[in-house]
């Protein structure tokens, strides 16, 4: 699977979009990108997961670039329950590959009132 | 139901101790993994079974035994651990172990050996 970076820290205004950014220059084309999150003292959860195109859920919205090396989570109106360390990850995701996560360092988030 | 539980929440136990982790999932998922996070560091995978099978092993030490009597249930049987071990122990599952779907994780067991 491919590796990631992410920045270390980032903070963010309570009601304004946290933009998470995660570099993956060497992705392949059978691989996806996927992030996760987790709040202290508590196991994480998925959030999203996309190929190539933007996609958006209850939760997030995930923006892939068109050369898919780098993507970036939005989270459109950061809440004070949104602090969490967030893991961007990227895995293939077909039938013939193992469903097994490997975490990098994340991004540590945290929103101000 | 989409809750993976972890019990017991905290453990101690001493180095001679043999204790377990149990973990539960009654959403009919077929893959449940066994991650270990030690503090400020990501998660790292330990173990996963695949219908009750043991598919992956990453080098665990044997002090760490898994074991999955039936779909819904997974433990981790530990024995004669040293204090490095301390660490939170998170359970996951997802629907299948070759698919490619999103896992969901349980809280986790905070364990302290001494």
């Known amino acids: 699977d491919a590796k990631t970076t992410q920045p270390p820290s980032m903070d963010c205004a309570e009601g304004r979009a946290a933009n998470l950014p995660c570099n993956h220059s060497t992705i392949s084309g059978n691989e996806y990108v996927y992030w996760y999150r987790q709040i202290h003292s508590q196991g994480p959860q998925y959030i999203i997961h996309?190929?190539?195109n933007n996609e958006t859920n209850e939760m997030a919205s995930l923006i892939i670039t068109e050369d898919r090396k780098s993507s970036t989570l939005i989270l459109p109106h950061a809440t004070l329950r949104d602090t969490a360390v967030y893991y961007c990850i990227v895995r293939v995701a077909s039938k013939a590959a193992v469903n097994k996560l490997t975490f990098g360092g994340g991004t540590r988030v945290l929103v101000k009132p | 139901d989409t809750e993976v539980t972890q019990t017991p929440k905290h453990l101690v136990m001493g180095m001679t101790n043999k204790k377990s982790l149990k973990c539960e999932q009654h959403?009919?998922?077929?893959?449940m993994y066994w991650y270990k996070q030690k503090a400020k560091k990501p998660p790292e995978l330990m173990f996963v079974?695949?219908?009750?099978?043991?598919?992956i092993n990453e080098s665990v030490p044997s002090r760490f035994s898994p074991e999955c009597p039936n779909s819904s249930l997974l433990n981790l049987h530990l024995h004669a651990l040293q204090p490095e071990d301390s660490a939170l122990y998170l359970c996951?599952?997802?629907?299948?172990?070759?698919?490619?779907?999103?896992?969901?994780f349980g809280p986790g067991t905070r364990l302290t050996v001494t």
């Open positions: 079974y695949s219908y009750e099978k043991l598919s």
């Open positions: 996309g190929l190539k």
């Open positions: 959403m009919g998922h077929r893959a």
């Open positions: 996951a599952s997802s629907p299948s172990l070759e698919a490619p779907y999103e896992q969901y």
